[in-house]
């Protein structure tokens, strides 16, 4: 793999999203494989929530220390014409409301 190809993967894309008509934070990280959004988003906006078939912890979203994902949300997104979702899990993430990975 390509130097250049290597430092894109690690690069981070900021932009805002529309979400249940309101406008939402949104970082795409692709050295990261996961989706995640914001426990806040999620009850600000009335989201439905899920079970996580594997729940797991995480411990860099925030200073509390280590966090058990133990919820899904299905988040309907859009950015101009363009719509779709994508399966979260829920957290209590400060930096954005919103954080996609790489598929």
């Avoid at 690069?11 to 995640?36: M, P, T």
């Avoid at 899920?50 to 860099?60: D, I």
């Avoid at 997104?77 to 919103?98: H, K, M, Q, R, T």
Wanted: include cysteine; aromatic fraction near 8%.
């Amino acid at each position: 793999m390509a130097q250049a190809e290597r430092m894109q993967r690690h690069n981070l894309f900021q932009i805002v999203f529309v979400i249940k008509y309101c406008c939402a934070r949104v970082i795409i990280d692709g050295g990261s494989c996961n989706n995640l959004v914001s426990s806040n988003l999620v009850k600000k906006l009335g989201l439905p929530t899920r079970p996580h078939k594997h729940p797991y912890h995480v411990q860099w979203l925030n200073n509390s220390g280590k966090v058990k994902v133990t919820q899904i949300s299905r988040v309907h997104f859009s950015l101009g014409p363009y719509s779709d979702f994508a399966d979260c899990d829920v957290v209590p993430i400060e930096a954005c409301s919103l954080l996609l990975g790489r598929p």
